[in-house]
């Protein structure tokens, strides 16, 4: 059984830093991604990786901002948020792929995480 547990959300102010974690268990070496989803939107994917770290995806919102890494050894993956603005305001869900590539289609993604909320403050 696969299992994602984020972790790390919180509230913030504008322009403040957050990193968030999710824990995989069940499988590991997959491509993984994290989504986003605010009130009254679609879920987003907001950053993607492969399964070795050698190649990353981010939407062009958070691009020099967010940075998204892994560490195969403990099966969990990041995503650090700097300058956060407080469009950022989700919930943030990570996602294990279908294989050890990376894409950003939701259909992609097999498993997800229960979420994590992230609340920016203007």
């Known amino acids: 059984q696969v299992q994602l547990v984020e972790s790390g959300g919180g509230l913030v102010q504008a322009g403040g830093s957050l990193r968030v974690s999710c824990a995989a268990a069940?499988?590991?070496?997959?491509?993984m991604g994290w989504f986003r989803q605010a009130p009254g939107k679609e879920r987003e994917i907001v950053a993607a990786i492969n399964w070795s770290g050698t190649n990353t995806y981010y939407v062009d919102s958070v691009k020099g901002r967010f940075t998204i890494s892994r560490d195969n050894a403990k099966n969990t993956v990041y995503l650090q948020m700097n300058s956060l603005k407080p469009e950022d305001s989700a919930v943030y869900y990570c996602?294990?792929?279908?294989?050890?590539?990376?894409?950003?289609?939701?259909?992609?993604?097999?498993?997800w995480g229960q979420g994590t909320q992230v609340t920016v403050s203007s």
């Open positions: 996602a294990m792929g279908g294989d050890r590539g990376l894409a950003t289609s939701r259909t992609w993604y097999k498993y």
């Open positions: 069940g499988r590991s070496n997959y491509g």
